[in-house]
């Protein structure tokens, strides 16, 4: 136990032998005396309101039948970086935000997921978790204590094309949190047995996700995307995850060095004193960032509708989406406007109609995902599983009126004023400039790229969202993903497929690790599940039968993918 510890120990126990002492006669006296039964009082009587006293205002009042009106519209202030690079060779970005007294920090490196080798999928992210838990000096608690102290955070993360440790501290405590970061990023603690521990807690995570239609959902959509062996399509096992060594985080960690990683700082600290300190806690801090590695072009899989069976599952989660354009494309706010039309705001036509017209669903989004290599679009729900069917089948009307109709004005306005008025919100804290700012250097966009976008939306029109619609919404190039209970959706799912709907590349029934489940083991199931259900064709079978909606839309075009981009 240590001294601060004992203190608190002891102050504790007097508070408590103070309490007990003090409420010894009033113990004594509820033992000898009877409770008395307790009586209504009457109301008290109006007290006279002194002139100058406040008037009440009640609910029934004429002025509630009105509306309050808004305030004004708040403007857009983006923030201009500053740009300057320590001895060591770390990019420092600097934004700042005085507003607050405290400091947000993000150091990135091109280097993620994507970097996993076959077999070891989820080494990053267990890497970088792994990486946050202690120094060689401190241990997880005595780390975490240490962080506490100061009011300070820091944590390792990773996502597909980038790793990160992120900082934050009130700008009073900032160089004693530079110090705490650069202890970890000198002498990483790298623990065996916090290793062990996380794998387990992974491992744990893993067999929940597999219990539920939307978690399997979530995890198995991107490999049927970009495919089971692209970058984009990893998805860690148990099996992999068990394959993970301690040597394996440490080599992972030890190529994490400053020259090409990018500091990105905003809030309460001046380009000055923030050179200084930078230059004093991290200039010990050597070696190369990797670099970001090479990334085919994914290749969906082989198939159009994909289905995982959860016995006895009330709901069934959905999928609908295709490969994408590049974050770089010069449409991409009508694409992002005719995106949020179709399914990306509250009021789009596939919420209203899966949730308000048929109640299917409590809610169901679409919209583009954005990685710097790859982008989707995707719509998905959680539908009851009696209606799976006719769910799909409202999707894919929407999407064709979306491509072969125009857009109604008052939409494109809604829209419109949505996305110019939120913009504000991206730059109101120090943490939101920093994400916005770190996402732009990640797709390659110049730091003036918010300057004039609101005039940019604005002058989009129902043609200029029609024409995104035409290009990045493919007909008959979809790939569907249902998660549910086979005796009660597969029988429809077999009809969709077969009339293509969505595509003709078929049906074909997957795992929950998106393996393709054998012919046999498919047959096997129709028979111990629906007699009535016909088999369920494998990845190489197709089914010419021709399409029921999508024979109403033009000939089809492009496609979309994942992660976000501003």
Known sequence: MTRHTMGRSIFSSIIVSSIIVASLPLFASCATKPVAASVPSEPAPPVAKASGDPVLVWPD???????????????????????????????????????????????????????DPKGKEGLASLAMDLFDESTERLDKVAFEEAQADLASSIIAATQTEMSSIDASSLSRHLASTLDLLAELLGKPGMR????????????????????????????????????????????????????????????????????????????DVSEAALRELLEQKLGAWKGKAPRAPMVATPKSMKGTIFFIDVPGAAQSQVYVGHLGPS????????????????????????????????????????????????????????????????????????????????????????????????????FATAGRSLTMFGDLVHFGLPFDYYDGRATRIRALDVQSIRTAAQSHLHDGAFKVLVVGDANVVLPELEKIASEGVFGKQGLVVLDADSRVVKRADNAKRSASTSKSTPPVATAEATTPAKPAVAKEAPPSTPTPSTPTGP
């Open 61 to 115: 009042e004429a002025f509630r039948a009105k509306r309050p009106e808004p305030g004004p519209t708040p403007q857009l202030v983006v923030p201009k970086p500053t740009r300057f690079t320590l001895k060591n060779g770390l990019e420092v970005f600097l934004f700042e935000q005085h507003e607050l007294p405290t400091v947000s920090m993000s150091i990135r490196f091109e280097t993620g997921g994507l970097a």
């Open 327 to 426: 974050r770089l494309a010069k449409d991409y706010d009508a694409t992002h406007l005719m995106a949020q039309i179709l399914g990306g705001s509250f009021s789009s036509r596939i919420n209203m109609n899966i949730r308000e017209k048929h109640g299917y669903a409590y809610g169901a989004r679409a919209g583009y995902s954005y990685a710097r290599k790859a982008s989707a679009f995707i719509a998905s729900s959680s539908v009851r599983s009696d209606v799976t069917g006719p769910s799909l089948r409202e999707i894919a009307n929407e999407i064709v009126t979306m491509r072969t109709s125009d857009a109604k004005p008052e939409e494109v306005r809604r829209e419109q004023d949505g996305s110019i008025l939120a913009m504000p919100a991206d």
């Open 192 to 267: 065996a047995n916090d290793l062990e521990r996380l794998r387990a807690q992974r491992q744990a995570t893993l067999a929940q996700q597999k219990g539920a239609p939307a978690s399997i959902g979530r995890r198995v959509y991107s490999p049927v995307l970009y495919g089971l062996d692209h970058p984009y399509g990893k998805i860690p096992t148990e099996a992999s995850l068990a394959a993970v060594r301690l040597e394996d985080c440490k080599r992972y960690v030890s190529r994490l060095g400053p020259a090409g990683a990018k500091l990105y700082v905003a809030g």
